[in-house]
Structure formats: C-alpha cells, structure tokens
C-alpha cells in the first residue's frame, strides 16, 4: 500500500502540471453542458419550489443525476435512490417516487400528469439531457419516450435554450 502513493502521484496530478484545477465543483457542468448549468443557474435564483429530474431505473448513484437539486439547492422529489434508501431506513419512505417520475415525464394524459405534479408540489419540470436520454422512446418504462408536447400546451417555459427547458406549475393546494 506504500508504493501507491509514490507511484500514482505523477498521474494523478498531471506531472505536476495543475492545468485547469479548481475548488469550484460545478466547473465539470459548466464546461460539459454550459446550457445545463445555465438553467441551473437560473433556478438558483428562481422562487421555491420542487424541482422535478430524472431519475434511472437503477438509482442513479455517483451519477450525474441530482445535479439539478443538488447544484440548485431546490428540493427534488427523489434524489439517488440508495442514498435515499439508506438515510431514510429502507425503501418505504421513497414510496412510488421513481414510478411517478417515469409517468410524469412518460404519460400522455394531462390529467395523469397534473395529479402527480399536484401530489408533490413540483414546480419546476427540468427537461435536460439526463431527462431526454433516461425517458427516451423504446425503453421498458417509458416505450413512447417524453411527451414534453403535454407541458407545451398546459404549462409555461421559464427558461429555454437549445438543449435545456425549464417548465413552471402554478400548484394549486385543494381545499378540503
């Protein structure tokens, strides 16, 4: 276990040679997709609200999903699911999260999508390209791909570039 250290130094700081180092740990985002850390940027500053992002059929665990929340500060309605699953005690906390996700990105019915945006109070629907490649047609849980038409026509874009709408619901609680 010695050697390690003496051996790898070299690699692992490019002899040497800090290049482009830096403490900023959204620097990875901004150079990979400027126009995802631009939306992210944006909903920093943006009102409260939950966001909601993809999440893929096997959790997403040191992955690039969560980078929404996590670099906005905004809540999601689910995070990496085995951190999920082992800060909260097990599965039952995260409920049918991940399935309601799929559906809210995946269902043609507005109706079907308005219940879930209702049930956790998202409002915000980022459509990036985590969420274009995880809910792409062909796939077992969503073989249609994103019905983003569906957000088109009932909600309002609060931020667009090429590659990255942010969507805005106006959740309206039920009084009982």
């Known amino acids: 276990g010695l050697f390690y250290p003496v051996f790898s130094l070299n690699s692992k700081t490019n002899g040497f040679k800090p ?4 403490l900023d740990g959204t620097a990875y985002l901004r150079l990979q997709s400027p126009e995802e850390m631009s939306a992210i940027h944006w909903l920093q500053s943006a009102p409260a609200g939950v966001v909601a992002e993809a999440v893929p059929p096997a959790g997403g665990s040191y992955t690039q999903y969560g980078r929404v ?3 906005s500060g905004k809540p999601a309605v689910l995070g990496w699911m085995g951190h999920e699953s082992q800060w909260r005690g097990g599965n039952a906390a995260m409920g049918s999260r991940q399935s309601d996700l799929e559906r809210l990105y995946c269902s043609r019915s ?3 999508t308005q219940a879930i945006l209702d049930k956790y109070q998202i409002r915000y629907i980022f459509l990036g390209s985590l969420e274009r490649s995880t809910y792409n047609p062909g796939i077992e849980n969503c073989p249609n791909g994103i019905d983003e038409a569906k957000f088109m026509r009932n909600l309002s874009p609060v931020f667009e570039s090429k590659l990255v709408t942010i969507y805005e619901y106006a959740y ?4 009982r």
């Open 172 to 175: 309206q609680p039920q009084i």
């Open 69 to 71: 929340s996590m670099l």
């Open 110 to 112: 507005w109706e079907e």
């Open 19 to 22: 290049g482009n180092w830096t």
